[in-house]
C-alpha cells in the first residue's frame, strides 16, 4: 500500500465513517514511498483515526510500532501467540486441513476450529475471531460460522502440476515476510518430497545491515 493509495482512500473513510477498524498486518512488503516501517504505520493509522475500535495481531510489530498503536487506539482489541493481549492463543494444533486454536479471552479458555492449515488464512482465522468477539458475539456463533469459512482467494496460490508435483506460485508478493510464509506453506504442502524453491532479487525490501541476519536466516530456509 502506497502514501498515493492512502490519499485516494482516506475521503472515502471521511464519508463511510467506520466505527471498527481492522488492522490485519504489518510487514516490509509495499514499502515504497515510506521512510520505515513506522512511517508507513502512521500513515495506515489516518484510515482509523474515527473508529471506536482498532482490531489487530500483534506477533509481527515492533516496539515502537506497538506502542503507537497503543497511543492512538486505547480502546485497542490485540490478539497475539506469545503477549498478553485481549486475545491470548495458548494453542494451535493443526491436523490434515484443519487448525484446532485454544483461547484466552477475559480469563476464560475458547476453543474454535478454523478449516485451514496454512499460516496465512490461520491468522486471518483469528482476525475474524477477534473481530466477532469485540462485537458482541457469543463463542457459539462464532465457532457456527468460522467452521463454513472457505479459502479466499489469496496472492500466493497452489496449483496442480504436471507428473503428481504442485506449484506453489507467490510471485506478487517481493520481501523477506512473504517468502518465509512461502516458505513454511511449501514445507507443510511436501511433507517428506523432494521440493524446489526459485526467488527472484527482493528489489524493494531496503534491508539495511541491522537487518542482514532476517536475510540470512530466510536464506538459509531455502537450502
Known amino acids: 500500500m502506497s502514501d498515493q493509495y492512502i490519499l485516494q482512500i482516506s ?3 471521511q ?8 488492522l490485519t498486518y504489518i510487514g516490509d512488503a509495499h514499502a ?47 490478539w497475539s501467540r506469545n503477549k498478553k493481549t485481549t486475545l ?28 485451514f492449515a496454512d499460516q496465512i488464512s490461520i491468522n486471518n482465522g483469528i ?11 457469543t463463542i457459539e456463533i462464532i465457532r457456527e460460522r468460522i467452521c463454513i469459512l472457505e479459502p479466499v482467494q489469496m496472492r500466493m496460490q ?26 513454511t506453506y511449501l514445507k507443510q504442502q511436501a511433507a517428506n518430497q523432494k521440493t524446489t524453491v526459485i526467488v527472484s532479487d527482493i528489489l524493494e525490501a531496503g534491508v539495511s545491515e541491522k537487518e542482514r541476519s532476517e536475510e540470512r536466516r530466510v536464506g538459509k530456509e531455502c537450502l
Open 158 to 183: 497452489l496449483k496442480n502440476g504436471i507428473n503428481h508435483c504442485f506449484l506453489i506460485n507467490d510471485s506478487y508478493s517481493n520481501d523477506l515476510s512473504s517468502l518465509s510464509l512461502g516458505l
Open 88 to 115: 491470548q492463543i495458548l494453542q494451535e494444533t493443526t491436523i490434515n486441513n484443519s487448525t484446532e486454536l485454544v483461547g484466552l479471552y477475559q480469563g476464560i479458555e475458547q476453543k474454535l476450529v478454523l478449516p
Open 11 to 13: 475521503p472515502f473513510c
Open 127 to 137: 482476525t475474524c475471531w477477534s473481530c466477532m468477539l469485540a462485537l458482541k458475539y
Open 32 to 78: 515504497d514511498g515510506f521512510k520505515n516501517r513506522l512511517e508507513k504505520l502512521k500513515e495506515k493509522l489516518l484510515l482509523f483515526t474515527h473508529v471506536q475500535r482498532l482490531v489487530t495481531g500483534i506477533d509481527s510489530l515492533q516496539p515502537e510500532e506497538w506502542a503507537l498503536i497503543n497511543e492512538k487506539h486505547p480502546n485497542l482489541f490485540s
Open 15 to 22: 464519508i463511510i465513517q467506520p466505527t471498527i477498524g481492522v
